[in-house]
């Protein structure tokens, strides 16, 4: 959270939602036109090092049965990152998450979280690994944080390798890995459907060979406890 946030007193959520709404950085992903509205991602860096990431959003929506006129996109994002971590999956720290209407643009979302640190995508990580211990001891860490989300009856619905991150070495020495950009991530009605769409999804949108591939879904497998029909074909 900023550091000067303790300035203000008993901020209402105008207020808190301003005081991000200002922030300004350099855009790692640039403001692009989707469901009829503007959605684009800023790094900012605090003051006190913190480094935070803020996903700028007008008129971005989506609807379902629940919400057939519409609901912003980022409220959505911020349950996901709530839910999912709560089942242990990593994901970036919330920082804050929130909407606001303006008569002249309509929906204003924004959603602020925290950079991963010591974590790098995972094409990166994979294009430059050449030890295989490392790499099967990380597939295995992917694919038992999957099961995680999948348990949990949570599917991510992008899971590109670039939503995949990694830190090698993280706490107690063994590798961890983090899952981002959760707009699309909802729930259910069975875990295997939930693995069966993003796991497969993972391995068109990645540079896995074959044999890795194999490691990742036995380990998702042992850690889900069953083989699961149509995975392996």
């Known amino acids: ?9 008993n901020p209402t959520e105008d207020e808190r939602f301003l005081r991000f709404w200002v922030m300004r950085g350099d855009w790692v992903e640039a403001p692009n036109l989707r469901r009829g ?8 860096h605090l003051a006190d090092g913190t480094q935070l990431y803020l996903k700028r959003q007008v008129g971005h929506l989506y609807r379902s049965l629940r919400h057939p006129f519409g609901r912003p996109t980022v ?3 911020r349950d996901a990152l709530l839910a999912i971590e ?4 990593r994901v970036p720290r919330l920082v804050y998450g929130g909407v606001r209407y303006q008569a002249d643009s309509g929906w204003q ?8 640190d010591g974590f790098i995508e995972f094409e990166r990580w994979y294009a430059a690994t050449k030890g295989e211990g490392e790499r099967h001891l990380v597939l295995q860490q992917l694919a038992a944080t999957l099961c ?6 949570w599917q991510h619905g992008c899971l590109y390798a670039k939503h995949v991150f990694v830190r090698p070495m993280g706490e107690g020495g063994l590798p ?5 950009d959760l707009e699309k991530a909802r729930r259910r009605l069975s875990s295997k459907r939930a693995a069966l769409r993003d796991l497969w999804q993972f391995k068109r949108h990645s540079s896995l060979d ?6 990742l879904i036995y380990g998702y497998e042992a850690a889900f406890g069953s083989a699961i029909k149509g995975l392996r074909t």
């Open 37 to 44: 509205g503007e959605s684009g991602v800023q790094r900012v």
């Open 210 to 215: 074959e044999a890795d591939w194999q490691i």
């Open 1 to 9: 959270m900023p550091s000067d946030w303790a300035s203000i007193a």
């Open 109 to 116: 979302g924004l959603l602020v979280t925290e950079a991963l």
């Open 176 to 180: 961890e890995v983090a899952l981002l």
């Open 86 to 89: 709560r089942l242990g999956v």
């Open 148 to 153: 995680r989300l999948h348990q949990g009856r």
């Open 75 to 77: 409220l959505r994002e």
